[in-house]
């Protein structure tokens, strides 16, 4: 596999570890534990700075040189090139909808802060799985390596602020909360 697909599987990996967390938090604020909101927004936090702007992008491109290959999938991939295109304003509103929940501003019911939540998780895994399960074997069979160097090209090397040597500081409780979970 190429290193390009290795470091979309390890993104994928990193933000499982990030869901599970974010669904750990949902068991809490279901029950009425709002303390729970903290680490569901920095969660929101990190998939705005990192899934959403950086992985997603370098998705597309492996996706659009693949295209250029093979039809194979074409609804699939339609539908999660929308998604990514989607997800940036999606996460934003998610965002908004938890610091409006964490400050008291408005009056949003349990039942559909719980719903919104979950429908958010659900779109995430939903996402990921498609790739994981229906086009990433596709490309790996498929493309050659006059593609994986152009995509080299492409593709410049990024870092994560959670996931790396150096943690950001706002990720940190995030960072803690997964390496707690891991024990
Ligand atoms: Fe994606
Ligand atoms: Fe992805």
Do not use: C
């Not at 470091?7 to 709002?34: C, P, T």
């Not at 909101?37 to 959403?52: A, N, V």
């Not at 997603?56 to 990514?84: N, Y």
């Not at 870092?159 to 024990?183: C, G, T």
């Amino acid at each position: 596999m190429h290193t390009i697909m290795k470091g979309l599987k390890k993104d994928h990996h990193n933000l499982a570890k990030v869901l599970k967390i974010m669904e750990l938090q949902l068991e809490r604020i279901a029950e009425g534990d709002d303390a729970a909101l903290g680490l569901m927004y920095d969660s929101s936090h990190y998939i705005q700075s990192y899934p959403d702007i950086i992985h997603h992008p370098k998705e597309d491109k492996v996706f659009e040189v693949f295209k250029h290959r093979s039809k194979d999938e074409a609804d699939a991939l339609k539908k999660l090139t929308q998604q990514h295109m989607d997800m940036p304003n999606t996460t934003d509103k998610f965002k908004e909808m938890l610091d409006t929940a964490i400050n008291g501003l408005e009056f949003i019911s349990r039942e559909d802060l719980v719903k919104k939540i979950k429908d958010y998780i659900e779109l995430e895994w939903e996402h990921m799985d498609l790739e994981e399960s229906v086009i990433f074997p596709l490309i790996n069979e498929t493309l050659e390596d006059k593609d994986w160097k152009l995509l080299e090209e492409l593709i410049d090397a990024d870092s994560d602020p959670l996931f790396s040597d150096s943690v950001e500081e706002s990720f940190q409780n995030l960072y803690q909360s997964i390496k707690d979970q891991a024990a």
